[in-house]
């Protein structure tokens, strides 16, 4: 059965759920973004580059390949940076809602690319993920005025492009190599790109509780470096992007419920109405393509 590439993409999505909170919490416990971001590439790349060193069977890849890769993984990268910018000073259960504009992002990379047009049912879906994005956004009204930090928003938005690239490299390149193999690669990408973008930061301010790092680094390692990207690159190539973003979908409301059970963030039913429609949007922009592939995966 080929359903086991759905659920690998589910079970990513709702991993990436996690990352909100627990960067929270790791920043009210004093630690900073280059450390939070670095611990948990770091530990995230070596747990997958063990898992890796261990796998008796490896693809011999050219050299064009691998780089091919490695460049592939630096939107995973470019994401926890300004994924992780932005819940500095923005709502956790506000910035995923930033990042889920990677919906509409996704659809103009992919129309660009093919050299088309979106349809009237596309564009219609777009108004209804805005219209949603509009009203999830109530929750920051109701809270802290620093949940509208202009700079917060910016970063949750640049995150969101960068998971749209990330997406599209996922789905795109080196299809027919191993998870292990193609998560290897694209992960070490995304670690090296993240190891230089924080290392005069590192420098200068040094690294700080290794207890704190030890704990937030190994969570974020695996629900964010680790288990998405390996399970991400066994299933998407299978399913494609377009199913691939309704599963996505499922790291939404995994996100906003943790952020009320752990955070205590208050969450309007307004919110709740625009993250339905957000959720919407998404399997009525996907669904018909989704459908279609996934009858083909299934065969």
Aim: hydrophobic residues 55%; aromatic residues 14%; charged residues 10%.
């Amino acid at each position: 059965m080929k359903w086991k590439y759905l659920f690998a993409v589910f079970i990513g999505a709702c991993s990436y759920g996690v990352l909100s909170t627990v960067v929270k919490l790791a920043y009210q416990n004093g630690m900073k973004i280059a450390e939070v971001t670095f611990a948990q590439f770091f530990i995230g790349w070596s747990i997958l580059a063990l898992v890796y060193s261990f796998t008796t069977v490896k693809q011999t890849l050219s050299t064009k390949v691998k780089l091919f890769l490695i460049a592939g993984g630096i939107p995973s990268g470019l994401v926890g940076v300004f994924y992780y910018t932005s819940l500095q000073t923005v709502e956790a259960s506000f910035a995923i809602i930033l990042l889920f504009q990677f919906v509409w992002i996704g659809i103009l990379l992919d129309c660009a690319v093919e050299n088309r047009s979106p349809d009237r049912k596309t564009l219609a879906a777009i108004l209804i993920l805005l219209a949603g994005t509009v009203l999830s956004s109530r929750i920051s009204l109701d809270g802290t005025s620093s949940s509208l930090d202009v700079n917060g928003i910016l970063a949750g938005l640049a995150a969101a492009g960068a998971f749209a690239l990330f997406i599209f490299a996922n789905a795109r390149i080196a299809p027919d190599i191993s998870a292990v193999q193609r998560s290897f690669y694209m992960v070490t990408g995304s670690f090296l790109f993240v190891s230089l973008y924080f290392l005069p930061a590192l420098l200068k301010e040094g690294m700080g509780s290794a207890g704190n790092i030890g704990v937030y680094g190994t969570v974020l390692g695996f629900f964010g470096v680790f288990i998405p990207p390996f399970l991400f690159a066994y299933g998407m190539p299978h399913i494609g992007s377009s199913i691939g973003s309704i599963l996505g979908s499922a790291e939404l409301p995994v996100t906003i419920i943790l952020s009320m059970l752990f955070l205590h963030e208050y969450v309007t039913w307004i919110q709740w109405t625009g993250i339905f429609l957000i959720l919407g949007a998404i399997i009525l922009t996907n669904v018909d393509v989704g459908l279609k592939r996934k009858r083909q995966v299934l065969k």
